[in-house]
C-alpha cells in the first residue's frame, strides 16, 4: 500500500494568511486527492489533482480558495487562501481509484486564529 | 447524490465484546465499499475493502459484510480490546472515483 507523508502536521495561523501543505507519495500515482474534515464531521472532497492538468475542484470549493499544484506523479500541494477561522480543519491527501483501496495521509491540522 | 449514514455515532462497550458497526448508503450502484479507523487528530487508517462483488472480507480479528441491494454493510470486530477505541468510517466508492463518507461511529471499548 501506499505510503503518503503530508507537511506540515499541524499549523496555527493568523486570518487572511495563506498555507501550503505538502504531500508526497511513495509509488506514482495518477490522481492524487484532497480532502477537508471540519471538526466533528465526515470527510468532503475538495478537489482531485492529475499531473499535467488543472485540477477538478468539487462544488463549493473554487481554484482561487484552494489552489493546487500536481508537478509530478509523486507529489502535490494544496494553498489554503485567506484563511478565515472556518478554514479550520484537518486537511487530507489521499491516493486510491477505482477497485483499489484508497490510502490516506496522517492529515494538516490547521487553526485559524 | 450518494448519501452514507452509520448508525450508531457513538458505542461504548466492555473489552472482550464483540461488537457490529452498521452503514447504509442509498445508492446501491457503488464499485466497492471500505472501512476505514480514525484515531483523534489523526489521518484514516484502512481496514477492510469490499469490491460491489463480494460478500464478505475478513482480516484478524475484522469482518466487514457487503448487501449491495439493500445498501447495507456491517464491520464486526470480534473480542474488543482497548486498542480498538477509534472512530470507524465507511466510504462508498461511486463513479468518478469519488468517494462517499459516512459520519462516523465512535467506539470506546472500557477495559
Known amino acids: 500500500s501506499a505510503v503518503i507523508s503530508q507537511k506540515p502536521s499541524r499549523d496555527i495561523c493568523q486570518r487572511g494568511t495563506s498555507l501550503t501543505i505538502q504531500c508526497q507519495v511513495d509509488s506514482q500515482v495518477t490522481m492524487m486527492f484532497w480532502y477537508r474534515q471540519q471538526p466533528g464531521q465526515s470527510l468532503t472532497l475538495i478537489a482531485t489533482a492529475n499531473q499535467g492538468s488543472e485540477a477538478t475542484y468539487e462544488s463549493g470549493f473554487v481554484i482561487d480558495k484552494f489552489p493546487i499544484s500536481r508537478p509530478n506523479l509523486t507529489f502535490s500541494t494544496l494553498t489554503v487562501s485567506n484563511m478565515s477561522p472556518e478554514d479550520s480543519s484537518i486537511y487530507l491527501c489521499?491516493?486510491?481509484?477505482?477497485?483499489?483501496?484508497?490510502?490516506f495521509g496522517d492529515g494538516t491540522r490547521l487553526s485559524i486564529l | 447524490k450518494q448519501e452514507v449514514t452509520q448508525i450508531p455515532a457513538a458505542l461504548s462497550v466492555p473489552e472482550g465484546e464483540n461488537l457490529v458497526l452498521n452503514c447504509s448508503f442509498t445508492?446501491?450502484?457503488?464499485?466497492?465499499l471500505q472501512w476505514f479507523r480514525q484515531d483523534p487528530g489523526k489521518g484514516l487508517t484502512s481496514l477492510l475493502l469490499?469490491?460491489?462483488?463480494?460478500r464478505e472480507q475478513t482480516s484478524g480479528r475484522l469482518n466487514a459484510s457487503l448487501d449491495k441491494s439493500s445498501g447495507r454493510s456491517t464491520l464486526y470486530i470480534a473480542a474488543s480490546q482497548p486498542g480498538d477505541s477509534a472512530t470507524y468510517l465507511c466510504a462508498v466508492r461511486g463513479g468518478a472515483n469519488n468517494l462517499f463518507f459516512g459520519t462516523g461511529t465512535r467506539l470506546t471499548v472500557i477495559p
Open positions: 489521499s491516493v486510491g481509484h477505482s477497485n483499489q483501496p484508497q490510502h
Open positions: 445508492d446501491s450502484a457503488i464499485y466497492n
Open positions: 469490499i469490491q460491489s462483488s463480494q
